[in-house]
């Protein structure tokens, strides 16, 4: 597992346990990693997604700063060390299997969640008609903020 760091969870219980405990028991993938989606705190708008290995949501729990497991990078990732843009902790959860986090954030700097200098990674609309699905709906069109 990708870490510098020991970062101690206890191990996942039995499924009621999981479900229904009160500990926090996060359930990582065979690589190391849990997935992190991350929210404005305020209006809900999905900013991000990313990957957490063990050091980095024991950071995130301990400082209230956000940190990821860069896999392009194979290190440790403060988001906003360089940019300004620190993803603030106002409230972490997780789902029923424990194996995803939802992190609420404010933003400080700019309030630039993506590298691109958007607001959320999430700026491109996939359009989706019910029932079709053809080689044209893979385009990207951009929205209306862009």
């Known amino acids: 597992m990708p870490t510098t760091k020991t970062a101690a969870f206890a191990k996942p219980g039995g499924k009621p346990e999981l479900e229904s405990g009160l500990a926090f028991t996060p359930k990582f993938d065979?690589?190391?990693f849990i997935p992190a989606i991350v929210t404005d705190a305020i209006s809900g708008e999905v900013l991000m997604f990313a990957f957490m290995n063990t050091e980095a949501l024991a950071l995130t729990?301990?400082?209230g700063i956000?940190?990821?497991?860069s896999?392009?990078?194979?290190?440790?990732w403060k988001k906003g060390a360089e940019s300004?843009?620190?993803l603030n902790v106002v409230e972490m959860r997780t789902d029923c299997d424990q194996d995803v986090v939802?992190?609420?954030?404010?933003?400080d700097g700019d309030g630039h969640a993506c590298h691109t200098g958007r607001r959320s990674c999430f700026y491109r609309v996939l359009p989706v008609k019910e029932g079709e699905a053809t080689d044209a709906h893979l385009a990207f069109a951009p929205d209306?903020?862009?």
Request: glycine letters at 10%; hydrophobic letters at 45%; zero cysteines.
């Open 30 to 32: 065979a690589d190391g």
């Open 61 to 63: 729990i301990e400082t």
């Open 66 to 69: 956000a940190h990821f497991w």
């Open 71 to 76: 896999r392009s990078r194979g290190k440790l």
């Open 84 to 86: 300004g843009n620190m």
């Open 102 to 107: 939802w992190v609420r954030v404010s933003v």
């Open 144 to 146: 209306a903020d862009d």
